[in-house]
Each structure stands twice: as structure tokens, then as C-alpha cells.
């Protein structure tokens, strides 16, 4: 079974401060994606990075997808609130997606 | 477009009640997913269709089923609701080959509690 573990669990911290959260798993993957799912919404796709070593970047956001195809990590530059919710990371080998428990962000004014 | 959608938004049950949640994309997707989310569970897969026609067990099918009723809309029944299945339940679909593999696309959710 195919298992993508999330941490931190939680993150709390103040508007300004850079964060990272990783995704991690003992299995190889084809691709991994990122997703953010805001309270009361469903996910909603982030990015999809495919090559190993490969670095994607979305405005303040940039994701790093581990050489080795297992493992995967989002930082956030200068968090906003806008940037609170929950994030999930989905790892594809073969339908369906394998999902991580997620990381739940806030970030206070 | 409207993306995917789900009918209802909110359900209350009574134990043993008969329901039948309903999902639609307009994207010309070929794959479509159920998921149930509870805290500190994540996302997990109930069923899924990868293609019309062709339904398959994901990791919690117990309770429930699915039909593929055409390309746009699946479907997921409960049978007789139990409060172990109050959740939030999340269609998605994605198609399949190319960069855009697996790449999913969710609904709003649908919140039911039973009681």
C-alpha cells in the first residue's frame, strides 16, 4: 500500500513569516500534486510536478519535487491570510490518486 | 463551465434511511471518484469509475454503491445510512493520458450527518 505522509499536521504562524511543509513516502511516484482546500470548499489543484528534482513556482509558492520521485515540499514566501487552509499533496502511480492526510495552515493578521 | 457539481449540499438521515448523492462534470472527463472526508482522516477513496461502464472499490466501499449512469454523472447510494457515515463526501473527475494525468477536479462537497 502506497502511504504519503504529511507534516506538520498543524502550522500556526504570522503573516510575513516564510513556512514549508513535505510530503513524504517510501514508494516512487510518477507525478505528485499539491492541492489547497479552503473551509467549507472542495481541493482545488495547485500544481502537478512530474520530474525528479523538478522545482515549480506559483507566485509566493514554490514546490520541490524529491530527486528520487518519493517526496515533495511547499514553501511559502511572506505567508498572507489568503494563503490559510488546508494543503494536500496526492502522489500518482496508477488510478487513483494516493492523498496525504494534509497539512492545515493558518495565518494570522 | 460549470466544473463538477453535487446534489445536495447538506442531508440530515435518520439510521436506516435510503439516499442517493448525485455528481456531474461537464469537462468530458472519462474517470469519476467518490471520497469521504472526516477529520484527521484525509481523503478516502469510497469507489471510483475510470472509464463509462467500469465501477471499482476503492479503500471504504463498505455501505455504499455507485453507478456510472453515461460519461457526465455518477452516482453514490446509501442504502441504509449508519451514523459511522456521517461526512463530508467530495465527487471529483480527471481524465487520463497525457500531462494532465490524473489531475483531479472536485465538487463543492456535500455534507450529511446521520443521526
Known amino acids: 500500500t502506497q502511504l504519503l505522509e504529511q507534516s506538520p499536521q498543524f502550522l500556526s504562524i504570522q503573516e510575513g513569516e516564510n513556512l514549508t511543509v513535505y510530503c513524504n513516502s517510501s514508494?516512487?511516484?510518477?507525478?505528485l500534486q499539491w492541492y489547497r482546500q479552503e473551509p467549507g470548499e472542495g481541493p482545488v489543484l495547485l500544481v502537478t510536478?512530474?520530474?525528479?528534482?523538478e522545482v515549480k513556482k506559483l507566485k509566493r509558492l514554490t514546490f520541490q519535487f524529491g530527486d528520487a520521485r518519493k517526496d515533495s515540499s511547499l514553501h511559502i514566501t511572506a505567508a498572507q491570510p489568503g494563503d490559510t487552509g488546508l494543503y494536500l499533496c496526492?502522489?500518482?502511480?496508477?488510478?487513483?490518486?494516493?492523498f496525504g492526510k494534509g497539512t492545515r495552515l493558518s495565518v494570522i493578521a | 463551465n460549470a466544473g463538477v457539481t453535487q446534489t445536495p449540499k447538506f442531508q440530515v438521515l435518520k439510521t436506516g434511511q435510503s439516499m442517493t448523492l448525485q455528481c456531474a462534470q461537464d469537462?468530458?472527463?472519462?474517470?469519476m471518484y467518490w471520497y469521504r472526508q472526516d477529520p484527521g482522516m484525509g481523503l478516502r477513496l469510497i469507489y471510483y469509475?475510470?472509464?463509462?461502464?467500469?465501477?471499482d472499490k476503492g479503500e471504504v466501499p463498505n455501505g455504499y454503491n455507485v453507478s456510472r449512469l453515461n460519461k457526465r454523472e455518477f452516482s453514490l447510494r446509501l442504502e441504509s445510512a449508519a451514523p459511522s457515515q456521517t461526512s463530508v463526501y467530495f465527487c471529483?473527475?480527471?481524465?487520463?493520458?497525457?500531462?494532465?494525468?490524473?489531475?483531479?477536479?472536485f465538487g463543492p462537497g456535500t455534507r450529511l450527518t446521520v443521526t
Open positions: 471529483a473527475s480527471s481524465e487520463e493520458g497525457g500531462p494532465s494525468s490524473y489531475e483531479q477536479y
Open positions: 514508494s516512487v511516484f510518477s507525478s
Open positions: 510536478v512530474v520530474t525528479g528534482g
Open positions: 496526492a502522489g500518482a502511480w496508477n488510478t487513483p490518486l494516493v
Open positions: 469537462m468530458n472527463h472519462n474517470s
Open positions: 469509475s475510470a472509464s463509462e461502464g467500469t465501477t
